[in-house]
């Protein structure tokens, strides 16, 4: 099994570009989530997914857009990008979370994104 | 809304002694889960350890253990006998179960010395 994988690993954006960052698990899960990482600091939820077709906003989505049309694929979109976009990405998936199984995320390497 | 407060930004440990990296939380869910996380320089995510609200005994895994005090609303993480290889970031984290919202603290970067 890859897990969760993300591409790309590195990218350089001029501002106002657009871009889509990919993440694929291969574990089946339900759940997927973007995470925003930046430096010095922990991370933030941008948006998540309970399934196929149902996206939902965390806690820093402006800017940001997403679509789940596959139990596989969670792309995360750039419209616009800004200085305040450099962060680096993680993608993550968990079975859903209940009371008696913890189901941790499971989190892609990162994608390390520049805004100039 | 939930919080994660992780107060020591930078810790030393000599190696093979214990440590411990505070954490607080705040939530007015009764249920909820509290997870730690290891991000070495390499940059990914490790899983460590995780302890539910309703747990009765601490969480162990290996080395690592969780003191949960609910009443106090701290999930503190001890590492026994520190390896080099702990050097790392160690985030806190928490997800109540009546949402998707897992908040992370801002860390503790863990440093063991030879």
């Known amino acids: 099994n890859a897990g969760v994988t993300q591409t790309p690993k590195f990218r350089i954006l001029k501002i106002g570009q657009s871009m889509t960052l990919q993440c694929t698990q291969d574990m089946n899960h339900n759940y997927m989530y973007w995470y925003r990482q930046d430096p010095g600091m922990g991370l933030k939820l941008i948006y998540y997914?309970?399934?196929?077709?149902?996206?939902d906003k965390g806690e820093v989505p402006n800017g940001y857009n997403v679509s789940r049309s596959t139990t596989e694929d969670f792309p995360l979109r750039l419209e616009l990008a800004a200085p305040s976009q450099t962060s680096v990405y993680f993608c993550?998936?968990?079975?859903?979370?209940?009371?008696?199984?913890?189901?941790?995320?499971?989190f892609g390497p990162g994608t390390r994104l520049t805004v100039l | 809304a939930q919080k994660i407060t992780q107060t020591q930004p930078g810790m030393f440990v000599q190696e093979k002694e214990a440590v411990t990296l505070d954490c607080t939380y705040d939530?007015?869910?009764?249920?909820?889960?509290l997870f730690w996380y290891k991000q070495p320089s390499s940059g990914e995510m490790i899983f460590l350890i995780y302890?539910?609200?309703?747990?009765?005994q601490n969480a162990t895994e290996g080395r690592y253990s969780l003191n949960f005090q609910k009443a106090r609303k701290s999930a503190n993480l001890v590492i026994s006998a520190s390896q080099l290889g702990d050097s790392a970031m160690y985030f806190c984290a928490m997800r109540a179960y009546n949402n998707n919202d897992m908040r992370f603290g801002a860390g503790t970067r863990l440093t063991v010395k030879p």
């Open positions: 939530t007015s869910d009764p249920s909820y889960g």
């Open positions: 997914s309970v399934g196929a077709g149902i996206t």
């Open positions: 302890q539910g609200s309703y747990d009765q």
């Open positions: 993550a998936s968990s079975y859903e979370p209940t009371l008696s199984s913890y189901n941790e995320q499971f």
